[in-house]
């Protein structure tokens, strides 16, 4: 790694929320481990809202900030190709000038997420335009989340962002720009559709590992849980201090499947709280939470949602809320990184729910105890609600095929794996829509309907805790250190690709058919497209 660091990070915002938090640490990890590297920080996003408070706790003094609200999330659509290209082709004359020839590295963070194709399509047409006129500039495509991965709306955005049609692709294989992922099978992903294996890399989210010493972090758990038996009274939710407390650290977003922790603290029979920290912010997730705030409140299940934004670092720490809970849950179905898997255990808290091998393969290194998890919790379904699901399921496949236009292996794939989901009377919870997760939760009032549930899945499990010097091996493996060892590879790549040139008869376009269409066919299976997570109007609950 050079001595100067030039880095220009892009998001969206700057709001507080994962991206922002990775980023953060990022930085803090580079300054702990490299303080004598000398970095100039500048910012390009799309809204003010956060800037401030991102600068105050940036280790770096940020150099400059370019703020285009074109650039923050958008549903906007163009009323032709020329009028989206001609936008694109402006901003990016002015990422370029403001930014200038010193070599630099652009750290771009989900720009191909679809939160907005314009943001898409102007980091694409940067790359090509600085490759092509020999700028010193390298790419760091720092993907957390891809859209392909079940996020149907995001790639409706991207398909058709002006009226006749949209992009059709949007990872740029230059020689100046690699990626940066968060999972081993992410990586494996992108170089199985033909990306460059040498410009592409795990580079898991830094994890700056908690001491399980309890006695250094607790809190009073009595003001813990006045505070938010208060929280409870004042929002409709029951709470018991008399009940052990399960914390499910997450935003009340779909993918993180909420309902599956209501339903699991009930079949472990003994009454426990389930503290639900945060509520939904964006207008796509509120309709689901709304649901699930109704939800709790009608079937008056011991359980409060959205007391953190109030609670948490004003009354007490997160910390201390981890510290004061019997166990920490997660029932997501989607993760990028999956740090709920990890911070109950960095702090001896035991860990309880759903396993996603996809993401907690990568931490089998540390010990993580998979034996304390499920991988699908089955529930009995009728057969008229399961042939519902099954035609749902198919009728989604024909909007993404007119959207991806996916091979014919790839869309026989799903509809096997659609049958073998829905074509037995058991059904994973995760793969049920909303109103028959409601259902489920209705009817396991039923002591005979929990108790064939329980026995169905082998539950309740023991409440296993952290492994021994499980923080340790973590610190080792995914702490600071390591976490900048791995960007350095990074950063290392992006910048000096114009030392390894293959010289002037190098081809300047260089982009096989659509990697979109390749990466979206590596996801095009029901696990990845649940009918929780909504498609444009073709999944609704009814």
Not at 293 to 303: D, E, F, H, I, N
């Amino acid at each position: 790694m050079n001595d100067v660091l030039n880095i220009i990070v892009y998001h969206y915002h700057f709001l507080r929320g994962g991206v922002r938090s990775a980023i953060l640490g990022s930085l803090e990890a580079l300054k702990r481990t490299r303080p004598e590297v000398l970095v100039r920080l500048r910012i390009i996003t799309g809204r003010h809202d956060g800037i401030s408070s991102f600068v105050s706790q940036s280790p770096y003094p940020i150099d400059s900030v370019l703020v285009e609200a074109a650039l923050d999330y958008s549903d906007r659509v163009w009323t032709d190709e020329k009028s989206f290209c001609e936008e694109r082709d402006g901003l990016a004359e002015k990422v370029l000038s403001w930014v200038g020839r010193e070599s630099s590295i652009f750290w771009i963070h989900n720009c191909t997420l679809g939160k907005n194709p314009l943001v898409t399509a102007l980091w694409y047409r940067v790359v090509e335009i600085s490759y092509q006129s020999g700028l010193p500039h390298g790419f760091v495509y720092h993907i957390h989340d891809f859209a392909e991965c079940g996020r149907i709306e995001n790639l409706f955005r991207l398909r058709f962002c002006w009226q006749s049609d949209g992009l059709v692709d949007w990872y740029p294989c230059f020689p100046n720009v690699c990626y940066a992922v968060l999972s081993r099978a992410d990586r494996d992903r992108l170089i199985r559709v033909g990306l460059d294996s040498s410009k592409v890399f795990w580079v898991p989210n830094v994890v700056f590992a908690t001491s399980a010493d309890l006695e250094k972090v607790r809190g009073d758990s009595s003001k813990i849980f006045t505070a938010i038996a208060g929280f409870a009274e004042r929002h409709g939710y029951v709470f018991n201090k008399k009940y052990p407390s399960w914390v499910m650290p997450v935003r009340l977003i779909r993918r993180k499947n909420v309902l599956e922790g209501l339903l699991l603290t009930q079949v472990y029979r003994e009454p426990r709280n389930l503290l639900i920290t945060l509520n939904a912010t964006s207008a796509q997730e509120m309709p689901y939470a709304e649901t699930v705030q109704s939800v709790v409140r009608k079937l008056t299940y011991p359980a409060v949602i959205g007391f953190g934004d109030s609670l948490v670092g004003n009354v007490f720490t997160f910390d201390e809320l981890l510290t004061a809970s019997e166990a920490v849950v997660t029932t997501s179905i989607l993760e990028g990184f999956g740090f709920a898997f990890l911070e109950g255990l960095l702090r001896g808290i035991p860990l309880a729910g759903r396993d996603l091998p996809f993401i907690t393969n990568d931490f089998d290194p540390v010990g993580f105890p998979h034996s304390a998890l499920y991988t699908n919790l089955l529930v009995p379904v009728a057969k008229a609600d399961r042939e519902r699901h099954l035609e749902v399921g198919l009728r989604l496949l024909k909007k993404l095929e007119e959207m991806m236009k996916p091979g014919d292996e790839a869309k026989e794939r799903f509809s096997r794996r659609l049958m073998e989901t829905y074509g037995s009377e058991l059904v994973d919870f995760g793969s049920l829509m909303l109103d028959s997760q409601i259902r489920v939760c209705e009817n396991a009032r039923d002591v005979c309907y929990l108790s064939e549930i329980a026995e169905i899945n082998s539950l309740p499990r023991p409440i296993l805790g952290s492994p021994e010097g499980f923080a340790e091996r973590v610190e080792a493996f995914l702490g600071p250190r390591a976490h900048v060892a791995r960007l350095a590879k990074v950063f290392e790549r992006a910048i000096t690709w114009n030392e390894t040139r293959a010289g002037d008869n190098e081809t300047l376009s260089c982009q096989p058919d659509s990697f979109a269409q390749k990466i979206f066919e590596t996801f095009l299976d029901p696990i990845y497209f649940r009918p929780l997570f909504g498609s444009c109007g073709v999944i609704g609950e009814r």
